[in-house]
């Protein structure tokens, strides 16, 4: 198994998706000092419009980028206050006038590692077209982009870039997301979260550094799934979203993998289980959100074979929900010294588990994780999209 410590065989199709996974702590204590060195400039762009009560935060984004704003979401909303609303740009595009229906004053928060697909550039113009006052919050890997050229030099913008190692090379987003993902907790969350960017970086040096964290995804793996379901609740159903793409991404669709909420997998989507699947359960720090987290964890581990339910969780769950096959919590995966912070955070530590499972069932396909699609028919950047004018 190639993995983000070691160096990668030049001839597996890894070396990018590896070097990307592996250098998230880093450029997440960049992006803590990027932030900082621009909270000037932020606060006087951010703070005149986060004092109206009146305002719409509306976060965009396609594909992994869309994930991002529903990682945020809820947690934002209630740091600011404010109404906040994750919209991927592929519906925005699709459908301006239904997806920003009330003009109201707007902050478009648009997420885009290249900021070259044709949806970030469309949404950002047809929210110009359709609301009566929008202000832009651009947040992009690529400063050459067009999204981050468009914005440059408007009042009501303000570009946020990323440090350019984020610009991943591989095919699926990995540092992208979670550089972004932080920038804007940053940037929006403000000082509730100072310090937030040198605790999630040392935890996810202990993830990747872990040799029991490579095992246990060994061990899963190994049991070669084809199906991989992800839960979680509140901001970690972003999470999951993110986490099942990562695996469609990466093997090139050869496993399936799927999404939903703790509560909302019983309702109809638990069909998907078969003696070849694993699920993996993203646990809560909120205490009474955990308990929805717990008891689907207890009741899967109660029908599916012993380590077919895995847990990601920052505290020791409840008894009626650890593995009765071994006895003990041996099923959930770590995230070291997070037991305190919210979930928006919990988040980007515990995406690193999700990249490594995606890099490892890729490899194990005999899939060249860079390029999973080499005939093209799914690309690194978007093509193939035709914008159609809105009529006035």
Same mark, same amino acid.
């Given at each position: 198994m190639t993995s983000p410590s070691s160096t990668p065989p030049t001839d597996d199709g890894a070396a990018n998706t590896v070097r990307e996974i592996a250098q998230q702590p880093r450029l997440w204590r960049e992006v803590g000092q990027l932030v900082a060195a621009s909270?000037?400039?932020?606060?006087?762009?951010?703070?005149?419009?986060?004092?109206?009560?009146?305002?719409?935060?509306?976060?965009?984004?396609a594909g992994t980028s869309a994930y991002a704003g529903q990682v945020l979401q809820a947690g934002l909303a209630r740091r600011l206050g404010l109404r906040v609303d994750a919209v991927a740009t592929t519906d925005l595009v699709a459908d301006p006038r239904g997806c920003l229906a009330e003009d109201v004053p707007t902050l478009l928060v648009s997420f885009a590692r290249s900021g070259d697909s044709p949806e970030s550039?469309?949404?950002?113009?047809?929210?110009?077209? *359709?609301?009566?006052?929008?202000?832009?919050?651009?947040?992009?890997?690529?400063?050459?982009?067009?999204?981050?050229?468009?914005?440059?030099?408007?009042?009501?913008?303000?570009?946020?870039?990323?440090?350019?190692?984020?610009?991943?090379?591989?095919?699926?987003?990995?540092?992208?997301?979670?550089?972004?993902?932080?920038?804007?907790?940053?940037? !929006?969350?403000?000082?509730? #979260?100072?310090?937030?960017?040198?605790?999630?970086?040392?935890?996810?040096? !202990?993830?990747?550094?872990?040799?029991?964290?490579?095992?246990?995804i060994g061990d899963l793996v190994g049991r070669a799934p084809e199906r991989i379901v992800y839960l979680g609740s509140g901001a970690l159903k972003g999470l999951a979203e993110e986490s099942a793409l990562k695996v469609l991404e990466l093997t090139g669709g050869t496993v399936v993998a799927v999404a939903d909420s703790s509560m909302g997998f019983r309702h109809g989507p638990k069909a998907v289980l078969n003696d070849r699947t694993v699920v993996v359960v993203y646990v809560s720090n909120d205490p009474y959100t955990r308990q929805?987290?717990?008891?689907?964890?207890?009741?899967?581990?109660?029908?599916?074979?012993?380590?077919?339910? $895995?847990?990601?969780?920052?505290?020791?769950?409840?008894?009626?929900?650890?593995?009765?096959?071994?006895?003990?919590? *041996?099923?959930?995966?770590?995230?070291?010294?997070?037991?305190? $912070?919210?979930? *928006?955070?919990?988040?980007?530590?515990?995406? $690193? #588990?999700?990249?490594?499972?995606?890099?490892?069932?890729?490899?194990?396909?005999?899939?060249?994780?860079?390029?999973?699609?080499?005939?093209?028919?799914?690309?690194?950047? $978007?093509?193939?999209?035709?914008?159609?004018?809105?009529?006035?």
């Open positions: 909270r000037d400039s932020l606060d006087t762009f951010l703070r005149p419009l986060t004092a109206r009560g009146d305002l719409r935060v509306v976060l965009t984004g550039v469309a949404a950002a113009d047809l929210a110009d077209q *359709v609301l009566t006052e929008v202000h832009h919050l651009v947040i992009t890997c690529n400063e050459q982009g067009a999204l981050a050229l468009n914005h440059a030099d408007r009042p009501t913008s303000h570009v946020l870039l990323m440090p350019a190692a984020a610009n991943d090379q591989g095919f699926a987003m990995t540092s992208s997301f979670t550089c972004m993902t932080l920038a804007a907790l940053l940037a !929006l969350g403000g000082g509730a #979260y100072d310090g937030i960017a040198e605790r999630l970086a040392d935890a996810a040096e !202990l993830i990747l550094k872990d040799g029991a964290a490579d095992r246990a929805y987290d717990e008891d689907i964890v207890a009741e899967l581990r109660g029908n599916l074979p012993g380590g077919r339910v $895995v847990t990601v969780a920052a505290g020791a769950l409840r008894a009626s929900a650890t593995d009765p096959e071994a006895g003990a919590d *041996v099923g959930t995966w770590p995230l070291p010294g997070l037991d305190d $912070v919210d979930d *928006v955070a919990l988040a980007l530590p515990a995406v $690193v #588990y999700a990249q490594l499972i995606a890099l490892r069932a890729s490899l194990a396909g005999g899939i060249r994780p860079d390029q999973p699609f080499p005939s093209g028919e799914v690309n690194r950047v $978007v093509r193939g999209v035709i914008l159609h004018p809105l009529a006035r």
